[in-house]
């Protein structure tokens, strides 16, 4: 039992010579893996539209209801959020946002230094939220590659598609 | 007049000078476990992290001081200022260096030994005044401990005082001019320490507080300065052991070259340091096999040191 609790304090004592595990944060950045999930940002496509489509999935996935939008319609019929506001006091950054995005719209970014001295502050609204650019997924439009038509772009023109089949027909 | 001043000067100069330890010990205690825990503890409010100690204390007096509607009021206010009185009343025999000292007590070493028996009244009367079951069995525990082991703390004095044919602490420095008592009295020193940490309840025998089972132990309903009194006089508690260490075992001011009462601080820091390294290393035992190890161990090797030790002496004459 002696040499036992001798060889734990001596283990112990070895350690006053170990590297320090600290991160000396404000001084020393910790390095965040590009998946971090962190502050959440809105992209958008390749050609600098909104990607977020407004439909509701991810207010519908948050377990905490911190997001909420509302869906409106562009003269091309292009479904866009009219706000799209997210209450970082409640937001737990789990990700299920992100995972339920159909569009790539919404998405976790590496940075949390995010603090406020007023809690009001921490309600960011779509022009806070926005960046200039895809984030993770550079070539990704969604109307793009969606069936969907909207304003200059009718049925069958998407990308790796065929034209519409035209079922009442018997022609080949 | 001169010497009354001087009195003075000792009393108030130890005072001030072991309060500030204790102070400081909260600092030392935390960077220490850091180190030991490859972290780097309090290092931001001042150079070293040291105005820590203010922050705390700015903390502690300013944190609402509540005294529990079931509590018994008057022993609960008392408990706190027990533990405190009975400490310091110990550093009195203590001698820092010649000159340096409250008093020269010709049964110093007695005196440490009741007033660290009458130290256990606070803790239990702490767990007792609460009315809260975990401080109940924390006080109970304290009790139990504290008498097991104040036995054989008292048996290990023993050989020393029979070495140096005196109970006062500044004989028996001076009887270690030639050699250290830790190297006659070797197991009397590693009884003594043991019994020590348990004097203290510091881990490995803080059972009385047991944060896993009795959520704090006896001071589990106290807040603000009253929880700080247990908290200070722990600490103080760890210094009195280890300056007790010294000047039993390690020649208290003796030493080469430097003066007396650096030698002094010197060596105690070390068994500060030794007692923080203990925390840091080694788990707490279970309730049985702590009382166990005193009854069973403990108190039999303090009686087997102190026969030894009477059979040499009376050999040697």
Excluded at chain 1, 34 to 52: A, T, V, Y
Aim: aromatic content about 14%; overall charge neutral.
């Amino acid at each position: 039992m002696f040499t036992s609790v001798l060889r734990s304090i001596w283990q112990v004592l070895k350690h006053t010579f170990h590297r320090r595990e600290t991160i000396l944060y404000p001084e020393e950045k910790p390095y965040l893996p590009p998946r971090w999930r962190g502050r959440i940002i809105l992209s958008r496509d390749p050609d600098g539209e909104e990607r977020c489509v407004a439909c509701y999935l991810c207010a519908v996935a948050c377990p905490v209801d911190c997001i909420s939008l509302q869906a409106t319609e562009d003269e091309h019929g292009r479904r866009y959020p009219e706000f799209f506001r997210i209450n970082f006091s409640r937001c737990i950054f789990c990700g299920f946002c992100e995972e339920a995005c159909p569009t790539y719209a919404i998405q976790l970014t590496p940075d949390f230094e995010m603090c406020e001295y007023e809690r009001k502050n921490l309600v960011y609204e779509k022009e806070d939220l926005l960046i200039n650019g895809p984030g993770k997924y550079p070539g990704f439009n969604f109307y793009r590659v969606a069936g969907l038509a909207i304003g200059g772009k009718d049925k069958g023109e998407a990308e790796r598609e065929d034209p519409p089949v035209d079922v009442r027909s018997l022609l080949p | 007049m001169s010497s009354t001043l001087i009195y003075l000067l000792n009393v108030f100069g130890v005072l001030i000078a072991v309060m500030s330890i204790a102070a400081g010990l909260i600092f030392l205690e935390r960077r220490l476990l850091a180190v030991w825990q490859d972290r780097y503890g309090p290092n931001r409010a001042g150079p070293f992290g040291l105005l820590q100690v203010v922050a705390d204390m700015i903390k502690i007096f300013t944190k609402e001081d509540w005294i529990p509607p079931f509590a018994d009021k008057p022993v609960f206010i008392l408990a706190p200022a027990i533990i405190i009185v009975t400490v310091l009343m110990s550093f009195t025999i203590i001698p820092f260096a010649p000159g340096i000292g409250v008093v020269n007590l010709n049964i110093g070493l007695l005196f440490f030994l009741g007033m660290s028996s009458l130290g256990v009244y606070s803790i239990v009367l702490a767990g007792w005044s609460s009315n809260n079951k975990y401080a109940l069995l924390g006080g109970l525990r304290a009790a139990a401990q504290m008498l097991s082991y104040e036995v054989f703390m008292g048996i290990s004095l023993m050989g020393i005082v029979m070495i140096s044919g005196s109970l006062n602490l500044r004989d028996i420095v001076n009887a270690q001019k030639s050699l250290w008592f830790v190297i006659p009295q070797f197991f009397g020193f590693i009884v003594f320490m043991i019994a020590g940490f348990a004097e203290t309840h510091r881990i490995p025998f803080d059972l009385p507080e047991a944060e896993s089972e009795l959520v704090a132990g006896y001071h589990s309903e106290y807040s603000g300065m009253k929880f700080g009194m247990f908290f200070v006089g722990e600490y103080l508690g760890i210094t009195l052991i280890s300056m007790l260490i010294v000047t039993l075992f390690f020649g208290g001011w003796l030493g080469p070259f430097l003066p007396p009462i650096i030698w002094f601080a010197i060596k105690t820091f070390f068994f500060i340091s030794f007692f923080i390294l203990l925390r840091a290393s080694l788990p707490r035992p279970r309730y049985d096999q702590l009382m166990a190890y005193g009854w069973k161990i403990m108190l039999p090797l303090a009686l087997v040191n102190l026969v030894i030790t009477g059979g040499v002496l009376l050999a040697v004459g």
